[in-house]
């Protein structure tokens, strides 16, 4: 099963207007990153935000991070056309001793001009 | 900076054929990841390799293997294909392990036919 489940699945808003989404996730991890998606294309990082740390800011974007809920929430504000995409969370997953990376299967957000 | 580049981009193949795909990481990433994305079942990790080594593995059959040379370049082989391999295969590099940033290509676009 998934380690990351983003929510909601869709989100759809105007131009200007702030964008939440959401991660809830599993098991105990080392840290959590963001990373968006245009048109199928390849994927683009956008924050990351360790489990010791409950904030973190990177221009119009805020992460927050509770471990306590083991859930993450991403910001943007002032939203603009260009950040109509795919946000997905990813989460850091052990296994047997090493790791790998499990990703969400994202929130579809659309900014209407 | 060159970004991470994947070849072919496009690539259409009839069951039980092979396919190999590559990826040239950043100049000084050492670790590369593949993932498998489809509408379905989302973003899957494949496989990490790291100074030519496979440090993690995804839940994926044999017929899915990869490799990594010296100069951190990296393929993966697609043996006996079946429909359900039609999907986008994206590689990432990153500075170090899994839990780094990941830095992700373009993708391949793999059809079976």
């Known amino acids: 099963s998934q380690q990351g489940e983003e929510d909601p699945q869709a989100l759809s808003i105007q131009e200007g207007e702030n964008a939440t989404m959401n991660c809830s996730y599993k098991t105990s991890i080392n840290n959590l990153q963001w990373y968006r998606q245009n048109s199928g294309r390849g994927l683009v990082h956008l924050i990351l935000i360790r489990s010791n740390e409950r904030e973190k800011h990177s221009g119009r974007l805020r992460v927050t991070l509770d471990t306590s809920k083991k859930s993450s929430s991403l910001l943007i504000t002032a939203s603009r056309a260009a950040d109509t995409a795919s946000y997905f969370c990813a989460t850091d997953h052990p296994q047997g001793g090493s790791e790998k990376l499990v990703f969400g299967k994202g929130t579809k957000l659309t900014v209407n001009p | 900076k060159a970004g991470v580049t994947q070849t072919p981009r496009y690539l259409i193949k009839t069951r039980g054929q092979q396919v190999t795909l590559s990826c040239s990481p950043i100049s000084g990433h050492r670790s590369v990841s593949w993932y498998q994305q489809t509408p379905g079942q989302g973003l899957q990790f494949l496989f990490e390799y790291f100074s030519e080594t496979q440090r993690n593995k995804g839940n994926f059959p044999g017929r899915f293997s990869g490799r990594q040379f010296s100069n951190s370049r990296s393929e993966m082989n697609v043996s006996t294909l079946e429909l359900g391999d039609s999907a986008l295969y994206l590689c990432?590099?990153?500075?170090?392990?899994?839990?780094?940033?990941?830095?992700f290509g373009p993708g391949t676009r793999l059809t079976v036919t």
């Open positions: 990432a590099s990153s500075l170090g392990p899994m839990n780094y940033e990941q830095y």
